[in-house]
């Protein structure tokens, strides 16, 4: 890891079935246009309500990747 | 959206099987007294053990709803 | 619970699967160790990704339990 | 003040032209079925866009009022 | 605990004692319309002074109830 | 908002007139380059003074639009 | 900006009109007596109400100035 | 309250009897080079710890007063 | 004070009577293993309420001691 | 600073031999790709440690950049 | 420490050198009219970029002094 | 990194010269009774302060490290 620089993003992904199905759509969508993606971090989980029930989950989170 | 003004309220779900569960619960219990629930947002995620395993999720959650 | 006195200990347990998952890894190796745990917090939710998707959950969590 | 116990209420207003409105609506509103209402705190300041441009303010706030 | 869901009220008690008696006013009271009270969490404590001395103890608290 | 996915950026803008002032001129430079721009959220308000008066008001926002 | 340092206060603005100019009484009030004011920071922002309205805006702010 | 401007110190008092003396005699201690003093806030409550047993009480709070 | 190290130790302590006493009996318990116990700070306070009355005061605390 | 609008980013920066050098390299490799960096702030410092000695010190800032 | 009262001034420190010389710095000042300083803590780390570089190290700091 | 868990300890390092080395004795401290410290996380910067100068650094920090 010597003297990398690393830069983070802060998304919010969204899932109908659960809080890892929210994030790993983020993680996918930042992945086609960044490389190098090492890690993220859960900022916020929130969500839509519909009739009663959860119609959507909603993740913030950060996704940090290394600079080339 | 409007001029429209909105209520949260502070609850606390629980399940035996998931994080999701636990707050859908919640958010079931919030629907039988309050309409037009919009969204939630999670507080704070602990539990339970017992044995040496996670018996109960427990979330905190605020639920928003539209005041009438 | 009168005058009890609680410990708790702050962990960092990881899963392939779910948050739930990494969760349940953590308590059990505490349950290793450590007798009469009752509760945990999680503290914080972050992952590592491998060719942008998630590899393993890593949630940082406090276990509670009884001093003898 | 002596031994009076006061309930805040988590409310979100909102306006399509400032903070200061944000406010005053969710006062209001919460003035229409709770007495004595004394105090409020902002607890976040948000808003929606359209069009580049920002279309409600939105204000979570807190109101405390007197239990009789 | 299973599946049960709980409420959380914020209350401000006030005393000119103590910090325990702030607390205790503030869930006797709470006592009066709600039943099933398990917990308090103090979010904040304050107080007004009065010539150079403490007059009243203000407590803010979150009471926790079970939903029946 | 299904399966979308949001990216959030953070901007100070500023304004010698008011903190909504200052609000908009950073959501419409952000809106010269990105497009859907949903939501914004206020992160810190401070500013600088001269001559003893407010001569800039300085806010830091973030805001979020939708990746396409 | 060399090797200067730099003091803060905290103050509480009060005003019946709005936030900006709560904060722009506060920073008057400090320019009496204190020279040098670079900036200010908004720490909290609360407020009394009368009648269902709100009656004072209160703004908790930081002022910063150059020790001489 | 119209349109003073109020001014916070923060302190730490201590005590060897209890967290309510230990802040009264920082509130005491203002009170001898300020007056009218309105409020106080606790920060923070610590101590010392001499032979396994508590030796002082020692919390950090802000005390605010008006400035004439 | 030098180039000691200390170690914290996160504890729940718990009493009916008030809040100085629960914090004082996990000191104590800690003491029971631990020699050169220095300072205390309190994290969180909390408590268990039965028929509308506190029945446990808790407070969550990190208590230090040095490395020998 | 007028109607200026800023952008901060979040990097982390890394370095085998002390904090400074980390944020150093960071604010470096974001003068790459950007101009007119005006600022940064520390937002968390941590960092690897190999048999028993920190092997990097990791600092997470935020730099922000004037948009032109 | 019995029943001393301290004062904590919140203070912003510069260097061109390095975060410890920055904090030195503010001590030192404050040394030039504050007797009896006890403790500093760093509450902020940030900094001014010039050409791509570091141009000066602030550190907000707070400062505890005994009142006599 | 798989299914491993970490725990975290809770240590304050001190120094006489800078903040770097209260860490590093702070790690080493720790590696002497801990295998396979991977880790570390500043909490917290404070210090002592003689005479007008900073006489010792101290940081609190958390090391973590795998269970095996």
New interface residues.
């Given amino acids: 890891?010597?003297?990398?620089?690393?830069?983070?993003?802060?998304?919010?992904?969204?899932?109908?079935t659960?809080?890892?199905d929210a994030?790993?759509?983020?993680?996918?969508?930042?992945?086609?246009s960044v490389r190098n993606?090492?890690?993220?971090?859960?900022v916020?989980?929130?969500?839509?309500?519909e009739?009663?029930?959860?119609a959507?989950?909603?993740v913030?989170l950060?996704?940090?990747f290394r600079?080339e």
């Fill in positions: 890891m010597s003297d990398h620089v690393y830069k983070m993003l802060e998304l919010t992904g969204s899932s109908k659960s809080i890892e994030v790993s759509n983020a993680v996918a969508k930042a992945a086609e993606i090492h890690w993220f971090e859960v916020e989980t929130r969500g839509h309500v009739d009663g029930k959860v959507h989950w909603q913030v950060k996704v940090g600079l």
